[in-house]
């Protein structure tokens, strides 16, 4: 057999999709915290991310920061899913939603309300109602959402076709705070595409999301903030691919008591 | 005339939104709009007049997670 061959990921044949639009790398990465756009652009690379998230801010007549970002962004290739970071209110939401269909041209738009400051948990019914309002105009919502069935239902309800629950607080790098909770909500959503969003710190928190069925993982900070970001970025595409790989493959079961997997019989008899 | 852009308190002669961006150089570039907290289309924006007192926010692309 070749040798080549036989090394392919089974991944490469293995896309998810996204409001009809297929991807092949599960990693959703954030553009933000980078010690230099170059190596922000090198993790892009390194990471093999078909999507990363961007965001609005205000422009200055001066540095026109904003522009320079677009250009680099636009020259790696990738498709752009726009937050909505920060927003506190529904209104805030929706025009900063619609602002971002018009700058960047898509109708995708990872939708945030925040509700609390210490933990940056979403605001849930704010979220409900302004998916509501954006899925009516015609946006494909990506909500940040909590692992809250209950939300989730009204979330879908309203039309959103992706559910983000987060790990952990944004920025936090905990990990999966509640993986009961999230493995609940992947087995009540077997048919919506499941990213969580948030608050992964290791390549073995998003390798973990991955094992729980979830279709994808969005991150920023834990690469970012590495000390060698592209190398965190290549870590990551790893154990997200790893972890797809072994959900395909269907685990073992857990057991409570040892099994000897060494065959038993045959066993030569050499004690006094 | 005195107005507010992106937060900041700013002196303008500019009776558009267009020739705002215009005065900041900022006509060419890729951004979007708000007026007074509701969205402006880059089609409104010479048809947009502003006065005294406006608030005005003028957004980019930038990093986001």
Known sequence: M??????????????????????????????AQYPSPAILAEAIRASGTEIVTVSLRRESGAAKAGQSFWQLIRDLGVKVLPNTAGCRTVKEAVTTAEMARELFGTPWVKLEVIGEDDTLQPDVFGLVEAARILTRDGFQVFPYTTEDLVVAEKLVSAGCEVLMPWGAPIGSGRGLNNPYGLRSMRAHFPGIPLVVDAGVGLPSHAAAAMELGYDAVLLNTAVAKAGDPVR????????????????????????DMAAPSTPVMGRALLGS | MKIIVNGEPADTVAGTLAGLLAELELAGAIVATALNGD???AARREATPIAEGDRVEILAPMQGG
């Not at chain 1, 991944?11 to 959703?28: H, I, K, N, Q």
């Open chain 1, 2 to 31: 070749d040798a080549m061959t036989h090394n392919l990921p089974a991944a490469a044949a293995d896309p998810v999709t996204f409001y009809g639009t297929e991807v092949t790398s599960r990693l959703l990465l954030g553009t």
């Open chain 1, 232 to 255: 965190m970025a290549r870590a990551f595409a790893a154990a997200i691919a790893a972890g797809r790989e072994a959900v395909i493959a269907d685990p073992m079961e857990v057991r």
């Open chain 2, 39 to 41: 969205m402006v289309r």
